[in-house]
């Protein structure tokens, strides 16, 4: 099975509504976590980096107050886009890293990513 | 500063054909860590492969190889007798142990076509 899950896939929703991703690890505890933000044919960009217990760290431009992330534990990880708006559009994706059995630590294994879509 | 600079976009090659997918690095580093990832159409990133800077090893797995060369930073990535499921983005990408968490720097991505 996937080692890292994100929930959901997709989501569609209306500009100025909320929309809260999942990011989980499956099979490790994630001491840390990242977020991706990913635009059509082009690479991955961080968006912020966050560890258990701790204030996420956020990369230059990108907005705290939009985009908050919450790491309550070492399974889970949220990326809440807030008052969304279209030129949120993008392709999201999570990654952790982190102890486990037979995997890299220092590896990132990234979840399936969420298309989300803002009318 | 790290970089990384995958300098194909894209590549076009028939089935069956041997394809190189070309990375170079830079780093002040002399301990770092070098990745690929494949992202199929569905989106998800895979990991491939990790090799440390002390490593310098060539690496076989099935028809993919990495040729890692420090003397000119490069972390090449070659896949034998392609097949249409190898069509993906590829991407290499580098991370130093001492940035927090690992971070990963990434190149452009090489987004490679296998035609039948």
């Known amino acids: 099975g996937a080692v890292v899950s994100q929930h959901p896939s997709w989501v569609i929703c209306k500009s100025g509504t909320s929309v809260k991703i999942e990011c989980r690890s499956l099979?490790?505890?994630?001491?840390?976590m990242f977020w991706y933000r990913q635009f059509p044919k082009q690479s991955l960009m961080l968006m912020a980096t966050s560890n258990e217990g701790s204030k996420a760290t956020y990369e230059q431009g990108v907005e705290k107050d939009k985009f908050l992330i919450n790491h309550a534990s070492l399974t889970l990880s949220t990326l809440t886009v807030t008052s969304a708006h279209p030129e949120d559009s993008s392709f999201y994706i999570c990654s952790a890293s982190g102890e486990t059995s037979g995997r890299d630590t220092d590896t990132q294994y990234f979840g399936p990513g969420t298309r989300l879509t803002v009318l | 500063a790290q970089k990384v600079t995958q300098a194909q976009t894209e590549i076009s090659v028939v089935e069956k054909e041997d394809v190189t997918l070309d990375c170079v690095y830079e780093t002040r580093d002399t301990t770092y860590y070098l990745f690929w990832y494949k992202q199929p159409p569905s989106g998800e990133l895979v990991f491939l492969i990790r090799r440390n800077s002390f490593d310098e090893q060539n690496e076989i797995s099935g028809r993919y190889s990495w040729n890692f060369q420090k003397s000119t930073s490069s972390f090449n990535f070659t896949i034998t007798a392609s097949q249409v499921v190898d069509s993906a983005v590829y991407f290499c990408a580098l991370s130093e142990p001492n940035n927090a968490g690992n971070m990963l720097t990434f190149g452009g991505g090489t987004r490679l076509m296998v035609k039948p």
């Open positions: 099979d490790f505890q994630a001491t840390t």
